[in-house]
């Protein structure tokens, strides 16, 4: 039996959590981010995905294209590190990784790109992507992480 991925309320009635009767195990090897962007995909559609990556693929060329990235190990002047100031006033840092790397953005929008993408995008477009790390092991590409607010997570709202 196929679940969806883990629920917050624990009341949806469709994964894992919420079905304890069934004595069946969830068996699948996907990390829960991207279960729940193959999730997101459905509700959004093609037609709304495709209009996302269009976006953000402008988005990610005029990044690039202001800081000179070419990829991981060519980085022009784009910044290596970036201190973001949090909700609570401290200091956030991000540093850039400078090598070809298997990471993909923590952002929703960018893992829904990512799981209805091809094989053959995740073995060459994605590995160049910007990607920023913090120490903690969060992951935002350059793009979701110069945006104004920026990003998401420590947003005023």
């Not at 039996?1 to 969830?26: A, R």
């Not at 990556?53 to 990235?69: D, H």
């Not at 980085?75 to 298997?102: A, F, M, T």
């Amino acid at each position: 039996m196929v679940f969806t991925p883990p629920c917050f309320s624990e009341c949806c009635g469709f994964c894992i959590k919420c079905c304890p009767h069934l004595q069946e195990e969830d068996k699948s090897s996907e990390p829960e981010n991207l279960r729940r962007a193959r999730d997101l995909s459905k509700m959004l559609g093609k037609n709304r995905i495709d209009m996302i990556t269009l976006n953000y693929n402008t988005e990610l060329k005029q990044w690039c294209k202001g800081g000179g990235y070419k990829n991981p190990t060519n980085i022009g002047i784009s910044q290596k590190e970036i201190k973001i100031q949090n909700k609570n006033k401290d200091h956030v840092k991000y540093k850039l990784i400078q090598q070809k790397h298997s990471d993909i953005c923590n952002s929703s929008l960018c893992n829904v790109m990512y799981v209805t993408s091809s094989e053959w995008l995740h073995t060459s477009f994605y590995p160049s992507i910007p990607i920023y790390t913090r120490s903690d092991g969060f992951k935002l590409c350059g793009p979701c992480l110069s945006r104004k607010p920026s990003p998401p997570e420590i947003s005023p709202f």
